[in-house]
């Protein structure tokens, strides 16, 4: 059984920084790419920024300078450190992995419960 958890969410005013984790557990064999997805109200799900397992990055025009994703392979975490953040932020921030179980060549996505990020003055 696999778990991904995310944290870290909250209200924040205009400007400020936030940072959000998430960490994927039970019986993995291996974790490929690991993004940050975010969805508004009335909206559709959204990518935010992306990682693969060898560190490279993607990231919507819109976090560009802004947003920066990193992980620690070690321990199965990704970050999302959010800087300057603005109303248009607001959403529930979803994590997700792209991963192997043990005794399968197939690939899945599990996803995180979703954590809410308020920016508002």
């Known amino acids: 059984q696999v778990h991904v958890v995310e944290s870290g969410g909250g209200l924040v005013q205009p400007g400020g920084s936030l940072t959000l984790s998430c960490t994927a557990s039970g019986t993995i064999r291996s974790i490929n790419d690991m993004g940050w997805y975010r969805q508004a109200p009335g909206k559709e799900r959204e ?63 599990y996803w995180g419960q979703g954590t809410q990020v308020t920016v508002s003055s």
């Open 47 to 109: 990518l935010v920024a992306a990682i693969t397992s060898g560190s490279s990055t993607n990231y919507a025009d819109s976090v560009k300078g802004r947003f920066t994703i990193s992980r620690d392979n070690a321990k199965n975490t990704v970050t999302l450190q959010m800087n300057s953040l603005k109303p248009e932020d607001t959403a529930v921030y979803y994590c997700n992995a792209r991963l192997k179980l043990p005794g399968s060549r197939y690939e899945y996505g």
